[in-house]
T-cell receptor
């Protein structure tokens, strides 16, 4: 069973540009969550999508957005990049969207974004 | 919002010895789930162990066990017979009974000394 796949693994952008990251969840998983990981801050929740609908959103500016397609694949977009957006962006999928003790997150390897 | 605190940024342990990683959390909820995730240098986060708050019995997975103290809001991870492959960043996480948002601590970097 294939795991969570994130592309690209590494990318370098300059301030003001925008970036799109992609995540393919485990087959059968309908929930996709995105987290930003930075040293010292740990993992910060960005948003969660379930059945193409945003279910929950973290405390990030509107420059961060996402979407989910009918095949559960998800993309996140960051516009007008700032130096502080440099981070590892992790995608995680789960079978349901909470309300289940069995629900755990399975993570991808992440996309390392560097903003110059 | 719930907060998760890991007060040990770095820990080290001799191979074959036992180490305990600390985690405390703050919540007003009575029903929730707690997790320990491991992130090796390759960066893929993997689930180590999970605890359901309504279960008093501490979870165990092979060499990994937890000490769950609900009243104290403490959730420590004990690694027995430490192996070189245990070297990683360990994250403690909280999830409400409802919803799918996980709250993570800032992590503890574990070094295993041969």
């Amino acid at each position: 069973k294939a795991g969570v796949t994130q592309t690209p693994r590494y990318l370098i952008k300059t301030r003001g540009q925008q970036v799109t990251l992609s995540c393919s969840p485990i087959s059968g998983h309908r929930s996709v969550s995105w987290y930003q990981q930075t040293p010292g801050q740990g993992l910060q929740f960005l948003f969660e999508y379930f059945s193409e609908t945003q279910r929950n959103k973290g405390n990030f500016p509107g420059r961060f957005s996402g979407r989910q397609f009918s095949n559960s694949r998800s993309e996140m977009n960051v516009s007008t990049l700032e130096l502080g957006d440099s981070a590892l962006y992790l995608c995680a999928s789960s079978f349901t969207s909470g309300d289940s003790g069995a629900n755990v997150l399975t993570f991808g390897a992440g996309s390392r974004l560097t903003v110059l | 919002a719930q907060t998760v605190t890991q007060s040990q940024p770095e820990m080290s342990v001799q191979e074959a010895e036992t180490v305990t990683l600390s985690c405390t959390y703050d919540t007003s909820e009575s029903d929730y789930y707690l997790f320990w995730y491991k992130q090796p240098p390759s960066r893929q986060m993997i689930l180590v162990i999970r605890q359901e708050a309504y279960k008093q019995q501490n979870a165990t997975e092979n060499r990994f066990s937890v000490n769950f103290q609900k009243a104290a809001k403490s959730f420590s991870l004990k690694i027995s017979d430490s192996q070189l492959g245990d070297a990683a960043m360990y994250f403690c996480a909280y999830r409400s009974r409802r919803g799918n948002q996980f709250y993570f601590g800032t992590g503890t970097s574990l070094t295993v000394i041969p």
